[in-house]
Structure formats: structure tokens, C-alpha cells
């Protein structure tokens, strides 16, 4: 139907199959706030940082600390750890269906590729998801993130 | 039931426990635009300031010109006057639930405590509205915000 | 009824009027995600920068390259690629309604004035569709944007 159809096969063994596990429960240090909050079936995912075993594995800036292609890395990272939220949300990874994500790349004044970024995490999304991975994205390029990450990812989602 | 469980009183009297009232129109320089608009019964607040009887009290970033408690504090303001438009929108501050947060701190770029200054406005939300307050969020450092002001929020509503 | 109605005529006239035509489609680099996506009946724009004809007129800062009359003409130019955007999903430019527009002006960080390249996106959208171009709006100030753009902005809309 579409040359983004995935591959047979779940949501969860596509994800595995790019070397990703889903964890347990995304990674934050949300006490004062909740990993995601329905508006009716509209969920909205909190920013993911791309935490893996509790660990950020880079910090700092693109364009001064961080090339592209580990940037790319942390963005998927950071999109699986929202598709765990996600998942929760609605009670099974493959009914995700993602309607909005924005990008946000730490990055110095004069660094432009935050599109380069964003596209890993965006393909992620439709490798794993298919149809329902495609979505509208936004991707800019801030001062700095919190803890210092390279990379933050919100989702807003819905079910099929 | 939960910790997060208001106190008695209705939401006014909470926040006026912890030193805050309502304005009666949350202050904007908005002529351009409007203070929230409704698509379906969610509630788009307009990013908020911090300000307070018209003035910004404080103008910078983080990490070089604003401490992490004063910036706390300001998120707090914000946190105020989007509730003030939210009340509006939804006629009663008793039935505003939060869905999301959006947190903007003007950072530089080696800052990394986003997160501490948006758990303030994250506390107060549920300080004040209990269930209701609890949120999805993201925090991210930003290189400058209207008038230099340390904090801007942005609030997705809808009504209990 | 308001002084914010529009004259008479289509959405696209009045656009014309101005002196922008809606380009067949949006510009875009994006291959990795699409340029809008559905959520029941609210439309989610992706991020549009100030492209016209395919380039980028412009390049570089607020408050270091780029003169705030010279970024509300591109605030103006990104408004218009995502009311393209928005017609296409709507299905005619007369019944697009803007619900929330985030404005992305990248600045140095000591720029202040991000509001005043947001109105010159914000008045255009009411010339065009009058009070359904009315909008909920965030301004904020990043460090820098996708092809070193000075401008993007991302629409959330509905249909009248």
C-alpha cells in the first residue's frame, strides 16, 4: 500500500529488530509531573531526554560538543523512550499513532541541521509504526536542555 | 485518596494560601492576538509572563543573569496568570484541568537545571487543583524570551 | 461586528491583496514526515520556515544579522506557507480557523523583541481569515533554526 507499510511482524519486534528494547517505563525525573495526560484520545507525551539504563550517554551542544550522527542516535533514543510512554498510554504499542512531534536540538547559534537530527527520530516513528508513525514535526534549536542534554522529544499521540 | 489531593477550599483559596491572587485579565501585550482559544473543549492558553501588576520584576537568563530560586519563582507567576486566562476560558477556576505545560527558560547554553525551575509552576498547578493540576510537561532552555523575561509558560486546558 | 472582520471576498483574494500567493504546496525538506496531520477534526501544521519560491531569503539572528522589519516580513512569509499547508488539509482556505500558532524567532541572547516579528504573522492571519484567523500564540526566542532560518512557526487549526 505505501512504501512505509512496515515489515510483518508487532510494533515491539520492529523496534527490536533496530536494536531498541521498549523500557519498562520511560526514564524521568517526574515527580511533579505525569509521563503523559489524555484530552480525550489525544495523549500528550512529556519531553523524553534520551536516557538509556537511567544514564545520559552525551551532553552538550550540536555544533560544538556533539556531531550530527550522535545526535541522530540520542534522537532515536529519545523517541523510543516516548513511544514507552506512549505505549503505556494506550495499553499497546502497535494502536500508537503518532499526530505531532516536536524537536528539540541543543544546539549553538550558528548550527542549522536540526533537521538531520529530527529526520532520525522521525524515521524510527515510521520504521517501527508504519502508517501510524507518520507525522507533522517541528524541529528547532535551543540554548540548552535540561541536564544538559543534546536532545528532547515531545509526542503528541493518538490511537488507531 | 492521593498526596496530590488538595486541601479544602476551592482552587481561589488555595492559591490564595500560598500568596497568590488571580488577576483579573492575565496581563499580555496582546493586541495581535487572544488570551486562549477553545478547539472543541480543550483550551490553547497564550504564553504567559511572569508578570505582576503589569511589571516584569526580573529580565535575563539563567546561568548568568537569574538565580535558580528566583527564576522559580517567576514560574510560579506564570504559572498564575495562565491559570487566570484558563479560569477565564473555562469559567470557573475549580473545573480547569491541565493537560500539558510548556516551559520556556531563557538559558545559557551551559545551563542545565530547566527542570528545577519548571517543578515550581508544576508544583503549584497541583497545589492548587489537585487531580486537576496534573500535567504532562516540557522544560527546555530557550536563548531569549519576549521582553527578557526569564520564563514563559504555555498551558493546554480542558474542563473537568 | 469587529474591526478584525475581513472585507469582502475569498480568503485568497484578500491574501492576494496583501501580495502573497498560496504556493501549490508547502515547501518543505521534509521527506521524513508529512506536513500535516489529522487529531479528530484539529489539524497539526508541521513547523514552516519563510520559504518562497524554494529559497531562504534570509539567514542568521535576531539582535546579531537580521533587522526585526526584515523578520516580520519572513514571520509573514512562514505564516503564509502554513496557511498553504492548512488550506490543503482543510480542503479551502476559507474555512481554515487558527487555533494556536508557536512562533520560533532565532535570537541572540539579549533579543527582546520577539513579539514584534510574531504580530507581523498574527495581524496577517486576521487580515486573511478574519476572526477565524484569531489565535491563542507563544512567542519565544531559540538559538537557532533549521537552514539557519530566522523564523518558523507552527500552526494548530480546526476547520470553521
Given at each position: 500500500m505505501s512504501d512505509s507499510r512496515p515489515e510483518g511482524g508487532t510494533a515491539l519486534t520492529r523496534l527490536s529488530r533496530l536494536g531498541y528494547a521498549l523500557p519498562a517505563q520511560a526514564p524521568s525525573d517526574a515527580e511533579k509531573y505525569v509521563p503523559y495526560r489524555h484530552d480525550g484520545a489525544t495523549v500528550h507525551v512529556a519531553g523524553q531526554l534520551p536516557y538509556l539504563d537511567g544514564e545520559l550517554a552525551v551532553r552538550g551542544l550540536l555544533g560544538?560538543?556533539?556531531?550530527v550522527q550522535a545526535a541522530r542516535a540520542l534522537a532515536r533514543q529519545a523517541a523510543v523512550n516516548a513511544l514507552a510512554v506512549a505505549a503505556s498510554a494506550v495499553g499497546n504499542l502497535d494502536r500508537v499513532r503518532i499526530v505531532q512531534m516536536l524537536v528539540f536540538v541543543a544546539s549553538?547559534?550558528?548550527?542549522?541541521?536540526q533537521s538531520r537530527v529530527a529526520d532520525a527520530a522521525s524515521e524510527l516513528l515510521v520504521e517501527v509504526l508504519?502508517?501510524?508513525?507518520?507525522h507533522a514535526r517541528t524541529a528547532i534549536g535551543v540554548a540548552a536542555l535540561p541536564q544538559n542534554s543534546p536532545v528532547e522529544i515531545q509526542l503528541i499521540c493518538t490511537t488507531t
Open positions: 560544538r560538543d556533539v556531531a549553538t547559534s550558528d548550527f542549522g541541521e508504519g502508517e501510524g508513525g507518520r
